[in-house]
């Protein structure tokens, strides 16, 4: 009796340690390898961490079936590039920012943020349950990519500058690192926008090549040291009020997956839209303070009036927008509808209760 429970439990014991063997095998034979780029360091707080959890993701979710390996900006290709290498199929999928690439489509734009725009939350509604994802899925896919939102900053900070902003005038002849449409109305206000590569920033504004510069918010300026280079920290950022943030996948890679997996890439993605925006909610915070207390930063709002003349030059720049192709005037016309009929609701519930909140 005792030799026959002995074999029965080195049987049992077998087949358990056949089954992790097997178990094993699977997770480390993928059906499908691939490659991530993105246009942000290697690592980086938030934005590098966020592709790399989303690379995480897609394995875990697809028991190993897709095996994606993250690449920081320069390991591949520059950051700028990650557009078109996703697109030529260099890398099967992508981390970025939508406004990067408005050099291909001025509606691009649309779906990254858009100065005195949507927040994080009106984008998720407009992006999700508002039109917007099919019509950035309908604009990227003549370039052989499909998009999905995969990140979101939140409110950004206006920036660090070294002189004082009292008037508008004070932003004439200042070269400042900001992109997509928010550069476009410091153009208008008489600055002059750079776009950089965050990795860029830092050397940039140190060096004098840049005045001021804008790059995230304090989680993300701390990171970088920017309190180091420059005296004032404005807010708000007026120019990226709730910056999404984009998965980018090849579209032939994408269809060579079987329908389960390309849900699990597309709803990994979603994940990642909610939690980056709880991080950033989580950490902002913790980092002002700390560029406060630790670091003296000089916190300064922009002026009102400097704020309504920034708001009537945005509302130009992004109605000429609408003017340059019609696919552009489309999807205009689909964000200010959304954000229009936002607006009554984001000021009776979000702004009304913040506000209420604030008198206690
Ligand atoms: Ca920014």
Excluded at 75 to 81: C, G, M, Q, S, T
């Amino acid at each position: 009796m005792q030799r026959r429970d002995f074999i029965k439990t080195i049987g049992a014991g077998s087949l358990a340690f056949g089954a992790c063997v097997a178990k094993a095998q699977t997770a480390q034979t993928a059906e499908h390898t691939w490659k991530m780029v993105t246009t942000w360091p290697t690592n980086f707080p938030g934005l590098g961490t966020g592709a790399n959890k989303l690379a995480e993701l897609i394995g875990e979710m697809s028991g190993g079936r897709i095996k994606v390996k993250v690449y920081g900006e320069n390991e591949l290709v520059p950051a700028f590039e990650v557009f078109d290498a996703v697109a030529q199929g260099t890398a099967e999928m992508g981390h970025c920012a939508a406004y990067y690439w408005k050099g291909k489509s001025e509606a691009a734009q649309f779906f990254s943020t858009v100065p005195f725009g949507m927040t994080a939350r009106e984008m998720s509604g407009w992006l999700y349950h508002g039109g917007g994802l099919k019509l950035w899925t309908e604009l990227y896919a003549p370039f052989g990519l499909v998009p999905a939102p995969a990140g979101n900053t939140g409110v950004q900070m206006g920036g660090w500058f070294n002189k004082e902003i009292k008037s508008v005038a004070d932003l004439s002849g200042l070269k400042m690192r900001i992109p997509g449409l928010g550069g476009e109305v410091l153009k208008r206000a008489g600055g002059t926008p750079v776009n950089l590569p965050g990795s860029e920033i830092f050397t940039a504004l140190q060096s004098g090549a840049i005045d001021a510069t804008e790059w995230v918010g304090p989680y993300n300026d701390l990171a970088f040291g920017l309190y180091k280079a420059a005296k004032y920290y404005y807010y708000p950022g007026f120019h990226e009020p709730g910056t999404a943030l984009e998965a980018i996948v090849n579209m032939a890679a994408f269809e060579a997956l079987s329908t389960d997996l390309q849900s699990i890439v597309l709803n990994a993605c979603k994940v990642m839209n909610q939690d980056m925006l709880a991080e950033y909610t989580a950490r902002n915070p913790v980092a002002l303070q700390t560029l406060l207390e630790k670091h003296a930063v000089d916190l300064r709002p922009y002026p009102e009036d400097v704020i309504a003349k920034l708001r009537q030059i945005a509302e130009e720049v992004v109605s000429e927008i609408a003017q340059k192709d019609e696919f552009s005037h489309k999807v205009f016309a689909s964000y200010k509808k959304f954000l229009q009929q936002s607006q009554q609701w984001s000021g009776i519930s979000e702004l009304a209760y913040l506000q209420a909140r604030d008198l206690g």
